[in-house]
């Protein structure tokens, strides 16, 4: 079955950095775009950025431009977000996804706080 295990998260000041990782299995993780998801408190699930399959396409919220990346390794069935310069907005449950045969797939989601 398909399986997305996070890691990561924590509490930072602002300004400071945080990575994020995703621990796939179940599927075939090379075939398929992953992305990273948070919902802050009081306001629903956004996309934050995605990335294809071979790594070679990325897309990115305009709230996180230039600031976080996202990456991946196929070898490893892993996919990351570096999120750097991170400010108090930036607070949030962060959650991984993959949307296989339409079905999406969800990690167990983990806390970002940023204080000011």
């Known amino acids: 079955q398909v399986r997305l295990v996070q890691s990561g998260g924590g509490l930072v000041q602002a300004g400071g950095s945080l990575r994020l990782s995703c621990a796939a299995s179940?599927?075939?993780?090379?075939?398929?775009?992953m992305a990273w998801f948070r919902q802050a408190p009081g306001k629903g699930r956004e996309s934050v950025s995605t990335i294809g399959g071979n790594g070679r396409t990325t897309t990115y919220a305009d709230s996180v431009k230039g600031r976080f990346t996202i990456s991946r390794d196929n070898a490893m069935n892993m996919v990351y977000l570096q999120m750097n310069n991170l400010r108090p907005e930036d607070t949030a449950t962060y959650s991984c996804q993959a949307y296989i045969r339409g079905i999406n797939y969800w990690g167990q989601g983990t806390q970002v706080t940023v204080s000011s």
């Open positions: 179940g599927f075939s993780f090379s075939s398929y775009t």
